[in-house]
């Protein structure tokens, strides 16, 4: 204990250990992000990210993300919330306390079901479903309300078993999709027509 003790007193400890935590820090985050990335890829066959479609009532949506799964159209709001959330399907705020702050948001569930509203009225007849994701670093203690998943749980729902009846689903679903594709190129087109899809 005395040797470690001594290089405490060392002046390049310091920095050294500071850089240590700096990179540790960045792997952490950057981790985060790449694990989205995976899952996003693994469960979607095509997508579009910070996307805008039309309301069906002269307006428009945004959308974190909308993908092409084998299920169907996905539409993703993102929440990336460090702490213990605390929400239910009938709170009109959610709480996200952790170990230096507490604030609250807006349930997320309402806009969501509007999300799935205008991109049901787009692709008809393809099965739409929309998930509040809430990335690592927030946890509900409480019970989880609906709608709502991690990175895991996403992967696990939306993931193939089979890949024949995947393929057969896709191909059914693609010009609903291309529908889909065009509505969110005219809806670009009247706010900016210089910035196609992602």
Known sequence: MAEVLQYIEEPWFLPVLALLLFVWLLYRFSRRGDKLQRTLKEIAHERIDAVVIPNGDDGEIQLDYLLLT????????????????????????WTVISDDRRYTFSNPQPALYDRIAAVRQIVNQVPVAGRVLFLEGGEFTKGVPGLVCNLDELLEEFSEHDKAAARKN?????????????????????????????
């Open 70 to 93: 084998s299920q169907g159209v996905l539409i993703l709001h993102i929440k990336d919330v460090q702490g213990t959330v605390f929400g239910s399907d009938k709170m009109q705020d």
């Open 170 to 198: 896709i191909e059914a679903f693609k010009p609903h999709w291309d529908r889909m594709l065009q509505r969110t190129l005219s809806a670009r087109a009247g706010r900016n027509p210089a910035r196609p899809p992602h």
